[in-house]
């Protein structure tokens, strides 16, 4: 019988081993468990598990047992038992076995099996543990636990072979405001708030949905289509418990963009894209955090695409034609300067700005574009000039992107001086920042400026979250107002407004500035300034954007004649 035993053993061991080295990682695969079966009924084992006793200075202090039955059938004999114990790199594996109660005890051939297959067990699981561990790094962000970017590409390529990509959304999300999380509760405890906020959300979607981490604060998804109404809601803002008494708990939301994944596309690339171009939508100051791939983001991702396949060429042809939009001195209602906007004349229609611009800000080809305009400002100017009119000051916009230039200030007055232009023709008109970064190299580009002589215009103030300091520490020539101050009629905050508009203009007199006020429009709002003591305008109530030839003919006149 005994005989039989070890026979049938030597049998069975081949198709184990043949079946452990088809597993990749998981130890409990049925195929394993059927083997294992085998080999226990076959050698009178009633019971067999194993644990792993992990070190404390591997788990953070704690030392903890993880157990794994892997075969129990009828009752075991704790005396009549047999182990292995092995030190491994993650802890003390013991492996177990029990005979049946009342079983004569193995003899000395059947524990010298035993042991064989209790080893060579330990060695198939281990190499098992250590696939599932280089698995575990290649496919999840180590810090939150989620999956990674070469994860979620993988499921997506498998859901496209198996014609079920249909069924789902892709989602590309970043936190809102998170570097204010950081400042807050400090980097660690950041930390943990976004790792609970990505948990929170794999277990809010349930099975069949897979959220990774690109990096930062930058995430992707991918989830069936009756969950998006789960996955907007949680975005929209959801309460994440801190370890700070001072602030318990915070909010976290994000700008999302979403794609409904159709049937005809084909790989993840054109997957992702579409989500990411809904994101970017979000951005734009008037759209709301969350945004679905439809027809019209359809049509700026056209758009986009025929702006960078066109650009450098529309540069090379002078496409970008410059437009001057007058600015007027209120007190005799005369020209005073002029404001230099971009206009796109590609293939015989004119290109509104709004329709190129945010898109080019979001790349280096902005600044190709600022330095452009800036040159044939000056270009306009020396032939006006030249001609012997009575040029005024005309203002240049600045992207702040074009702040990581650090040669810029440079550059700026090269380009003027190239052209022999007196500085005092030139503004360079910067939108306002709330960015560390951007702040001191904004800091830096105005001191040059101001030191060199080049006028500089803090632009559109007010349209964001302005700060005093920006005007209080920065050497500014104008402070241009945004449009929104000015009071709409039987608009709800018209009085605020004037109230808000009147002690801003105040401000800026008061500390030097020059102020100008733009999207003048009406009467009321022109005998508004004036009230106020404010007598630098700019606005359709004057003149819309003109282009150059009927701009130098206001320079001629200069006069406007305006009807009080």
């Given at each position: 019988?005994?005989?039989?035993?070890?026979?049938?053993?030597?049998?069975?061991?081949?198709?184990?081993?043949?079946?452990?080295?088809?597993?990749?990682?998981?130890?409990?695969?049925?195929?394993?468990?059927?083997?294992?079966?085998?080999?226990?009924?076959a050698?009178?084992?009633?019971?067999?598990?194993?644990?792993?006793?992990?070190?404390?200075?591997?788990?953070?202090?704690?030392?903890?047992?993880?157990?794994?039955?892997?075969?129990?059938?009828?009752?075991?004999?704790?005396?009549?038992?047999?182990?292995?114990?092995?030190?491994?790199?993650?802890?003390?594996?013991?492996?177990?076995?029990?005979?049946?109660?009342?079983?004569?005890?193995?003899?000395?051939?059947?524990?010298?099996?035993?042991?064989?297959?209790?080893?060579?067990?330990?060695?198939?699981?281990?190499?098992?543990?250590?696939?599932?561990?280089?698995?575990?790094?290649?496919?999840?962000?180590?810090?939150?636990?989620?999956y990674?970017?070469?994860?979620?590409?993988?499921?997506?390529?498998?859901?496209?072979?198996?014609?079920?990509?249909?069924?789902?959304?892709?989602?590309?999300?970043?936190?809102?405001?998170?570097?204010?999380?950081?400042?807050?509760?400090?980097?660690?405890?950041?930390?943990?708030?976004?790792?609970?906020?990505?948990?929170?959300?794999?277990?809010?979607l349930?099975?069949?949905?897979?959220?990774?981490?690109?990096?930062?604060?930058?995430?992707?998804?991918?989830?069936?289509?009756?969950?998006?109404?789960?996955?907007?809601?949680?975005?929209?803002?959801?309460?994440?418990?801190?370890?700070?008494?001072?602030?318990?708990?915070?909010?976290?939301?994000?700008?999302?963009?979403?794609?409904?994944?159709?049937?005809?596309?084909?790989?993840?690339?054109?997957?992702?894209?579409?989500?990411?171009?809904?994101?970017?939508?979000?951005?734009?100051?008037?759209?709301?955090?969350?945004?679905?791939?439809?027809?019209?983001?359809?049509?700026?991702e056209?758009?986009?695409?025929?702006?960078?396949?066109?650009?450098?060429?529309?540069?090379?042809?002078?496409?970008f034609?410059?437009?001057?939009?007058?600015?007027?001195?209120?007190?005799?209602?005369?020209?005073?300067?002029?404001?230099?906007?971009c206009?796109?004349?590609?293939?015989?229609?004119?290109?509104?700005?709004?329709?190129?611009?945010?898109?080019?800000?979001?790349?280096?080809?902005?600044?190709?574009?600022?330095?452009?305009?800036?040159?044939?400002?000056?270009?306009?100017?020396?032939?006006?000039?030249?001609?012997g009119?009575?040029?005024?000051?005309?203002?240049?916009?600045?992207?702040?992107?074009?702040?990581?230039?650090?040669?810029?200030?440079?550059?700026?007055?090269?380009?003027?001086?190239?052209y022999?232009?007196?500085?005092?023709?030139?503004?360079?008109?910067?939108?306002?920042?709330?960015?560390?970064?951007?702040?001191?190299?904004?800091?830096?580009?105005?001191?040059?400026?101001?030191?060199?002589?080049?006028?500089?215009?803090?632009?559109?103030?007010?349209?964001?979250?302005?700060?005093?300091?920006?005007?209080?520490?920065?050497?500014?020539?104008?402070?241009?107002?945004?449009?929104?101050f000015?009071?709409?009629?039987?608009?709800?905050?018209?009085?605020?407004?004037?109230?808000?508009?009147?002690?801003?203009?105040?401000?800026?007199?008061?500390?030097?500035?020059?102020?100008?006020?733009?999207?003048?429009?009406?009467?009321?709002?022109?005998?508004?300034?004036?009230?106020?003591?404010?007598?630098?305008?700019?606005?359709?109530r004057?003149d819309?954007?003109?282009?150059?030839?009927?701009?130098?003919?206001?320079?001629?006149?200069?006069?406007?004649?305006?009807?009080?």
């Amino acid at each position: 019988m005994k005989n039989e035993t070890n026979t049938r053993f030597s049998e069975l061991f081949p198709d184990f081993i043949r079946k452990m080295e088809q597993t990749n990682t998981d130890i409990l695969d049925p195929s394993i468990t059927d083997a294992v079966t085998d080999i226990c009924r076959a050698m009178g084992i009633s019971y067999f598990h194993a644990s792993i006793e992990i070190s404390p200075e591997l788990n953070k202090g704690v030392c903890i047992t993880r157990q794994t039955t892997y075969f129990s059938e009828g009752e075991y004999d704790e005396k009549l038992s047999y182990s292995i114990k092995k030190h491994t790199p993650g802890g003390i594996a013991n492996y177990n076995v029990y005979q049946h109660k009342g079983a004569a005890p193995w003899t000395d051939e059947e524990i010298k099996n035993i042991d064989i297959f209790l080893t060579t067990f330990f060695i198939f699981n281990g190499r098992a543990r250590a696939m599932s561990l280089c698995d575990d790094l290649m496919y999840h962000d180590v810090d939150l636990g989620v999956y990674n970017l070469k994860f979620l590409l993988k499921m997506v390529k498998q859901l496209l072979a198996q014609r079920k990509a249909a069924e789902y959304f892709c989602c590309r999300f970043n936190l809102r405001k998170f570097s204010l999380v950081n400042r807050i509760l400090g980097r660690d405890e950041a930390t943990n708030v976004m790792r609970t906020f990505a948990k929170g959300l794999v277990e809010t979607l349930g099975k069949n949905s897979y959220v990774c981490r690109l990096g930062g604060d930058n995430f992707l998804m991918i989830f069936p289509n009756e969950k998006f109404d789960t996955a907007y809601n949680y975005l929209a803002g959801t309460e994440i418990p801190t370890a700070n008494p001072k602030t318990p708990f915070i909010k976290i939301s994000a700008r999302a963009g979403y794609f409904d994944i159709l049937e005809e596309c084909r790989t993840p690339d054109s997957i992702i894209d579409r989500a990411s171009l809904a994101l970017n939508m979000t951005r734009n100051k008037h759209s709301c955090n969350q945004i679905i791939y439809d027809a019209k983001v359809r049509e700026m991702e056209e758009r986009n695409r025929m702006i960078d396949d066109n650009f450098n060429s529309a540069i090379e042809n002078e496409e970008f034609l410059i437009y001057y939009q007058p600015k007027v001195e209120l007190q005799n209602y005369s020209l005073c300067g002029a404001e230099a906007l971009c206009r796109w004349m590609h293939g015989g229609k004119l290109i509104p700005p709004n329709d190129f611009i945010p898109y080019l800000e979001e790349s280096s080809n902005i600044c190709t574009l600022d330095m452009y305009m800036l040159e044939h400002v000056c270009r306009d100017i020396r032939r006006w000039l030249d001609n012997g009119l009575d040029v005024v000051k005309i203002s240049v916009n600045l992207s702040r992107v074009n702040l990581a230039n650090p040669t810029l200030a440079k550059q700026i007055i090269s380009t003027i001086a190239k052209y022999n232009v007196p500085f005092k023709y030139i503004e360079i008109e910067i939108t306002e920042t709330t960015s560390e970064m951007d702040l001191h190299e904004l800091m830096k580009l105005v001191r040059a400026l101001h030191e060199a002589k080049i006028c500089t215009s803090i632009d559109d103030f007010g349209a964001g979250y302005s700060s005093i300091n920006l005007i209080r520490d920065l050497p500014w020539d104008t402070m241009k107002i945004d449009r929104n101050f000015l009071p709409v009629k039987d608009e709800q905050y018209s009085d605020k407004k004037k109230t808000v508009l009147k002690h801003v203009i105040s401000l800026a007199q008061e500390m030097g500035l020059e102020c100008m006020v733009e999207g003048v429009e009406t009467t009321e709002h022109v005998a508004f300034l004036k009230e106020n003591n404010c007598y630098y305008a700019q606005g359709y109530r004057f003149d819309k954007p003109l282009p150059v030839e009927l701009f130098e003919e206001r320079l001629k006149t200069k006069v406007f004649k305006i009807d009080d």
